[in-house]
């Protein structure tokens, strides 16, 4: 979760109130953030916020903290409102960058002072929303130049790798390519574009260069100093919709320092488009929802009172709330959200715990009891039990398995897996689909461990099924790696068919192509006539893949198919 300094002086300046560092412990929860630790500086107090929600990027930086809590006090209610301004600047986009880094929106933010406090939760939002929210600049990077050095219009264009300027930091001009190798920031950014025929650039009417995303800024432009009055705000990545999220967050944020909004008109080669849009974004929920879920006995008015407090439009129109929200908001998917927003709002501590009154007796899930008892079955057969994570990411479940995304392998796995909007860590970005991926990335990491490894899991998958409330179910599979250099077919097959036997079931096996099998040496499995799960010796280049230099056979199945009463 981003972590961030911000200084209590310049908070409470924000706020127009003062509070002590225990009110603060409170006062961090409306903004989903926790108070991680307190120092002092110089004579200054400050913070170190720990936000608990990647889905609040407006919420990363002093300013959004402290306009959440004047909300959340009552200072002030309702919608935010902010002006923008049209402007006479225009942006051209490339066709050329449609494969390298097609999309920028921009803003211009004028009127401001900046302290060293201001600029640097500047730089931190610039930050920590292009390294979370943007997944380490791969989906969104943000630049933000001194405007009074620009000359409009702006053109976001393809460059030759030769082309030169002089990078943030540095003293000398680089060509783009040098930028890539001498420069701290090429270095670890550069694998976004090196393999492109070209490098993304900013540059002015005058030729000068603004930035080269997603990698650095000019020295010239690039460089916001507490002298500057005027910036233009530059986001670019791959989605739009997603880059302009960012771009309203970061000039909102610079709306609160005092700065007067003004938009850019961008024109890519097939439309234009004019940002920042901060209309607000609506969403409706039912009243009845709230009341029960929250387990309050809260009146319309009530409720309407504590969504305004956390920064809703708020009209009652026939037992529903229809509400309209900030646009540097994403998060409200489900009613569940909006809900989440009122207990906030009425602080979670104010709620008083009741002791539920069930002449009910508990007892373990019967399927869950299966599950065990497979477990027990696995190590009965000289197994090893793992158990890893379910997230994981769309390299692991397809690409290292010799798959292409987007194709159906006869459902082992499906043609597409469920993919967080917003990872911590671009390892950890999917939902798995199947378990093999998981006990080979095991055996990838125990390669100097003794042989033979006898593995095995049970655990969870998450499918998409659009037929459900949530678009996905889970389902509980088994999967099972054998490792060791004489490892065959067959000896994979005789532990399932062991399986199969103590759980009652008669299954056939049916020969089929799958790339991430060695071809002839895999089958599906079937019972009752459904497919239930594959078998078979893994391909040399998933292994090759993963780094396993032994051969390994494998199979994974559905365990719901297997389950009756009474099992084993």
């Known amino acids: 979760m981003p972590k961030f300094d911000v200084s209590k002086r310049d908070l409470e300046r924000l706020i127009g109130k003062s509070f002590t560092v225990e009110e603060w412990e409170d006062l961090f929860l409306y903004a989903k953030c926790e108070l991680d630790d307190v120092w002092e500086e110089n004579g200054e107090l400050y913070f ?31 919608l935010p409102k902010y002006d923008v301004e049209k402007s006479s600047v225009t942006v051209y986009v490339d066709e050329k960058l449609k494969n390298i880094r097609p999309y920028g929106v921009y803003a211009i933010v004028e009127g401001l002072s900046l302290d ?39 053109y976001y264009r393809a460059a030759e ?33 090196k393999d492109k025929p070209y490098y993304p650039l900013l540059v002015d009417s005058e030729g000068k260069v603004l930035s080269m995303p997603p990698i650095i800024n000019s020295e010239i432009t690039g460089r916001v100093t507490t002298e500057t009055r005027r910036v233009f705000v530059d986001v670019t990545g791959w989605d739009l919709k997603k880059i302009m999220l960012a771009l309203n967050v970061v000039v909102t944020a610079l709306a609160e320092r005092g700065g007067k909004i003004k938009s850019v008109k961008v024109v890519y080669p097939d439309f234009e488009v004019e940002t ?8 409706e929920v039912e009243l009845d929802y709230i009341k029960r879920l929250t387990g309050l006995e809260l009146s319309d008015e009530e409720i309407k009172g504590l969504l305004e407090r956390m920064m809703y439009d708020v009209k009652l129109v026939d037992g529903k709330a229809k ?52 477990r027990e079955l696995m190590v009965g057969f000289g197994l090893q039990e793992v158990m890893t994570f379910n997230l994981t990411n769309r390299e692991a479940q397809y690409e290292k398995m010799n798959l292409e995304y987007g194709r159906d392998y006869f459902n082992n796995p499906p043609a597409e897996l469920v993919e967080i909007e917003n990872p911590i860590s671009p390892k950890w970005s999917a939902l798995r689909v199947w378990l093999t991926p998981s006990l080979l990335d095991f055996l990838s990491q125990n390669t100097h461990e003794e042989y033979p490894q006898r593995i095995f899991e049970v655990g969870k998958v998450t499918l998409i099924d ?27 097959k005789e532990i399932l068919e ?16 799958h790339p991430s099998f060695i071809p002839g040496r895999a089958g599906r499995i079937i019972v009752d006539g459904k497919e239930i799960g594959i078998i078979g010796e893994i391909h040399p280049a998933v ?20 389950y009756r009463e009474p099992y084993l």
């Open 48 to 78: 170190k916020a720990d936000s608990k929600d990647t889905n609040r990027p407006d919420l990363w930086s002093a300013e959004g903290i402290a306009r959440q809590i004047r909300w959340a006090l009552g200072f002030e209610s309702g």
């Open 116 to 154: 060293e406090e201001a600029l640097k939760q500047m730089i931190n939002l610039q930050e920590k929303v292009a390294l979370t929210f943007g997944r380490r600049r791969r989906e969104v990077a943000i630049g933000i130049f001194d405007f009074d050095k620009v000359k409009p219009p702006i």
């Open 161 to 193: 790798k030769s082309e030169k300027f002089v990078p943030l930091g540095f003293e000398e001009e680089l060509t783009l390519e040098e930028i890539l190798e001498r420069h701290e920031k090429g270095r670890e950014y550069g694998h976004l574009i």
């Open 276 to 283: 920042p849009d901060l209309a607000p974004k609506e969403f």
């Open 323 to 374: 509400l309209l929200y900030p646009a540097f908001r994403d998060d409200i998917m489900h009613a569940r959200d909006v809900l989440e927003d009122v207990l906030i709002a009425y602080g979670y501590n104010e709620i008083e715990p009741e002791e539920p009154k069930l002449a009910v007796q508990g007892r373990g899930d019967k399927f869950v009891e299966f599950e065990d008892a497979v």
């Open 466 to 492: 659009e037929s459900r409330e949530t678009k996905t179910v889970s389902e509980s599979k088994l999967a099972v790696a054998l490792a060791h250099p004489r490892v065959t077919f067959t000896e994979a």
């Open 498 to 513: 062991s399986v199969m036997r103590h759980l009652g079931f008669k299954y056939g096996l049916e020969e089929i192509e």
């Open 543 to 562: 292994l090759e893949n993963w780094g396993i230099e032994m051969p390994v056979a494998a199979f994974e199945l559905f365990l719901w198919p297997l």
